[in-house]
């Protein structure tokens, strides 16, 4: 059953929903909590979080998908969002759902898509055996290089706070905090099982980062499936069945 949850963080609120099969009631089932990327929300583009989540439920697995402080439509102000917060955001969720009666405490599961994806390695690296599976869609290892990207071309300097990102004001914080952190030596530690899922046409987030967490990073615990030409949220109806079907096989073999 689809339902709308609150948690509190620091005195601030995130929403999100839960999608909890009936069943949970009498038996507690796995469960997959999904991060959005930057920019994105609980929902991310043509819906494909609320799809994945109903795919996951029909199989009778839980999941949670809350908006990041500062994102959606949870507390906070985008420009003051760093990926340290949206860390504490994450191990925050995945506290609240190991807690949960419902909810097999031994089987949650994380997946990210894009800067969630950066975020969900971090997590699951900080926190090992607290992650069941890792599940990683187009995951910004290289968001350093993309914030210095951005930055540079809005003419970001040391006296100016904030930047304009399509209607975004994007933070100095964040990029002095990203600069600080190194997505793929975080997520080194993490020991379980993970699928890494890339569009070959990504123009956001080369796939060739995926194949980077692949070699360097988790090695032969990692399953690499390459979306031949989707772009980087798998933005056509077939490229979404096929990422759908693939999350739904790793979480249910």
């Known amino acids: 059953m689809q339902r709308a949850v609150t948690l509190e963080i620091d005195g601030m ?3 999100g929903m839960e999608h909890v099969p009936d069943t949970a009631s009498e038996e507690p089932v796995p469960a997959v909590i ?18 994945i989540s109903r795919a996951l439920e029909e199989r009778g697995i ?13 507390d906070g102000n985008f420009e003051d969002m760093t990926a340290s917060l949206e860390i504490r955001d994450a191990k925050a969720i995945l506290e609240m759902v190991r807690n949960d009666s419902r909810i097999l405490p031994d089987q949650v599961s994380l997946l990210g898509l894009s800067m969630g ?22 995951p910004a290892g290289n968001l350093r290089d993309i914030i210095q990207a951005a930055a540079a071309q809005n003419g970001v300097r040391s006296d ?4 304009d990102q399509g209607g975004n004001l994007v933070g100095r914080c964040l990029y002095d905090d990203v600069l600080e952190i190194d997505g793929f030596e975080r997520a080194k530690p993490f020991r379980g099982p993970v ?9 956001t ?20 499936r390459l979306i031949d030409g989707a772009d980087h949220t798998f933005n056509s109806t077939p ?6 079907r693939e999350i739904v096989t790793f979480m249910t073999k």
């Not at 796939?207 to 967490?213: C, D, G, L, T, W």
């Open 195 to 203: 699928l890494l899922l890339h569009g070959t046409a990504d123009g």
């Open 160 to 163: 100016v706070p904030y930047f």
């Open 34 to 51: 999904l991060l959005h990327g930057f920019t994105g929300t609980k929902l991310e583009p043509h819906r494909i979080f609320l799809k």
């Open 205 to 224: 987030v080369p796939y060739q980062v995926s194949e980077k967490y692949r070699a360097e990073v988790f090695g032969e615990r990692a399953i690499l």
């Open 13 to 15: 609120t995130l929403r």
């Open 62 to 74: 839980a999941s949670f998908r809350f908006d990041f402080m500062g994102s959606g439509e949870s």
């Open 117 to 138: 994806g950066f975020v969900a390695g971090i997590t699951a690296g900080d926190l090992g055996d607290a992650v069941n599976k890792l599940i990683l869609l187009a």
């Open 239 to 244: 490229w979404e069945r096929e990422v759908i």
